[in-house]
């Protein structure tokens, strides 16, 4: 049906930048609202950052001002540009979309996960 493929992770220095990017393909006829969670090791999965098909944006207040998300419309994609980035932001970042598959169908996925380090 759906499938979200998530890129862009890895090992970055405390400080330095990533960017995270999730593309939808299938059965798509309109993508809502998309978003980014993130879940480290013996936590519950967060929430990082959202945004609507119409750019309202939310972030979790542990990421305000140092992560930016934004979506490419016509690629079906979302990204996370990651900044500053600190040692507790270290967790798998999984890409969360709410599909319309037809006018009258939607549902919610998610991606497999793509795991990001922030280590010296």
């Known amino acids: 049906q759906v499938q979200l493929v998530e890129s862009g992770g890895g090992l970055v220095q405390p400080g330095g930048s990533l960017r995270l990017s999730c593309a939808a393909s299938?059965?798509?006829?309109?993508?809502?609202?998309m978003g980014w969670y993130r879940q480290a090791p013996g936590k519950q999965r967060e929430l990082v950052a959202t945004?609507?098909?119409?750019?309202?944006?939310n972030y979790a207040d542990s990421v305000k001002g140092r992560f930016a998300i934004s979506r490419d419309n016509a690629k079906n994609t979302v990204y996370l540009q990651m900044n500053s980035v600190k040692p507790d932001d270290t967790a798998g970042y999984y890409c969360?979309?709410?599909?319309?598959?037809?006018?009258?169908?939607?549902?919610?996925?998610w991606g497999q996960g793509t795991q990001v380090t922030v280590s010296s």
């Open positions: 969360n979309a709410d599909i319309s598959n037809t006018p009258y169908r939607r549902g919610d996925y």
């Open positions: 299938g059965s798509i006829f309109r993508i809502n609202t």
């Open positions: 945004i609507t098909s119409s750019g309202r944006i």
